[in-house]
């Protein structure tokens, strides 16, 4: 079983959709959570991060992470052509990070 | 606050040559780590520096080498060149060492021939 798990996609959405993305992990050492956004040629960035279980919301972001299943997700509200990109989740705990293959959204205007 | 910086951003080269890759983190972090990525596989991890020292290792043969200098930049080296160390070449730095908010650079594209 890999330590990651994240459907690559790609996913195609209409413009003002809601937009659902997530991860399964099996490393029960993993204590922060991370979505990264990567635009084509650009490295990824730091879109949220969030520690232990629970919900964080940042504008159009939720991030939400269920430890006791070892799932993570990411909702993308009122979905806009400029968040078409490449989603990756990471998570991080005891010295070890790890990242998903990443996820591609496309939002369609 | 100037990002993480690599150069240089696109360099092709033919199998059996040798690269050295740069990376300039963001100022005042020390830690410095390298992905590979690639379609197939996704963001692998190479190695992470901190205080001019290797702290952690992924699972990449010997050709692939790294070094930090005092000034917290690294370098990365590739020997011996194959089609398929063919990628995205990623760093990102982080204040201290295992930080969880990794900052990446744009990435140097790897191409070999």
């Known amino acids: 079983q890999k330590e990651v798990e994240q459907d690559p996609g790609p996913l195609s959405v209409p413009e003002g959709a809601i937009v659902s993305l997530n991860c399964t992990y099996s490393n029960s050492a993993f204590q922060y959570f991370m979505w990264y956004r990567q635009y084509s040629r650009k490295g990824p960035e730091l879109l949220m991060y969030?520690?232990?279980?629970g919900n964080k919301e940042d504008g159009r972001f939720t991030a939400q992470v269920d430890k006791s299943s070892k799932y993570i997700s990411l909702f993308i509200r009122d979905s806009q052509p400029s968040d078409s990109a490449t989603y990756l989740c990471a998570m991080s705990g005891n010295n070890r990070l790890a990242f998903g293959k990443g996820n591609q959204v496309v939002v369609i205007p | 606050k100037a990002g993480v910086t690599q150069t240089p951003r696109y360099l092709i080269k033919t199998r059996g040559q040798q690269v050295t890759l740069s990376c300039s983190p963001i100022?005042?972090?020390?830690?410095v780590s390298w992905y590979q990525q690639t379609p197939g596989q996704g963001l692998q991890f190479l190695f992470e520096y901190f205080s001019e020292t290797q702290r952690n290792k992924g699972n990449f043969p010997g050709r692939f080498s790294g070094r930090q200098f005092s000034n917290s930049r690294s370098e990365m080296n590739v020997s011996t060149l194959e089609l398929g160390d063919s990628a995205l070449y990623l760093c990102?730095?982080?204040?201290?060492?295992?930080?969880?908010?990794?900052?990446f650079g744009p990435g140097t594209r790897l191409t070999v021939t």
């Open positions: 990102a730095s982080t204040l201290g060492q295992g930080g969880y908010e990794q900052y």
């Open positions: 969030t520690y232990s279980s």
């Open positions: 100022s005042g972090h020390r830690s």
